[in-house]
């Protein structure tokens, strides 16, 4: 029987991991003393992985549309795993780069964040999932987990404003293809989601349309944000370095004249 699109799914796993990870942070803050900003931006994190797994959301993705399948696929991979990695201070993400370092070369985060957002979405892994918890499971934790993986080198110190900039440029190229695919596509790439149940009219084509949309103009905000955001503190630094060069070369020309001036 297919519940009510408005019931609430749980996911006990995820529950759990966000409720040890707000624990383990409270834990840290006794030590490292995050600002509230800092903390709350950690919380935000949290919540939209449990609104996106534990909530009506769940259950219309589960169970009737493809676009909220992706809705909660790009909350708990693009939005959560960035806020979550911010909420850290730099003495927390210190410490946790230096338990795995081997793992936080940018070339390789960006190759499995993109091998997991395009797997993940292959119909016979997708169609899997759907009809069984524990995949589906697997699969929000791949993309969870990739999320984090991803964007740890962007704001834990890791590359450089320009390099910052090259890796969120790649990753943005990159990625687009699937939502592009999701948008233009007439036929209908998943099985279960053409022969469940349609809500507000939805066909089973327009559904995947409209989710490749989504997926399109959610990455377009996230990554123009933050390619925004680097090239303004590139031009800062340029800015910086310039003014520094020209209080140098003042400061040179003087001595330069007096050691030119005939005894």
Partial sequence: MTPSPWSFSWEPLFLALAVTAAIAYARAARTYHPSRTRASVFVLGLVLVVAALCSPLETIARHYLLLFHLLGNVMIADWAPPLLVLGLTPEMRAAISRGAPALLRPWLTLGAWLAVWYLVHLPPFYDYALRHAWALNVEHALLIAAGLLFWWP?????????????????AFIGSMFLGLAFTFSSSVFY??????????????????????????????FVFLAALAYFLIRLLDEEHVEQSADEQKRGAARPASFSSDRPR
């Fill in 191 to 220: 099985a279960f989601y053409n022969d469940a149940p349609r809500l507000w009219g939805f066909s089973a084509a327009k559904d995947q349309n409209l989710g490749g949309i989504l997926m399109n103009v959610e990455q377009t």
């Fill in 154 to 170: 962007v704001f834990a110190g890791g590359l450089s404003s320009a390099g910052a900039l090259a890796y969120l440029g790649a």
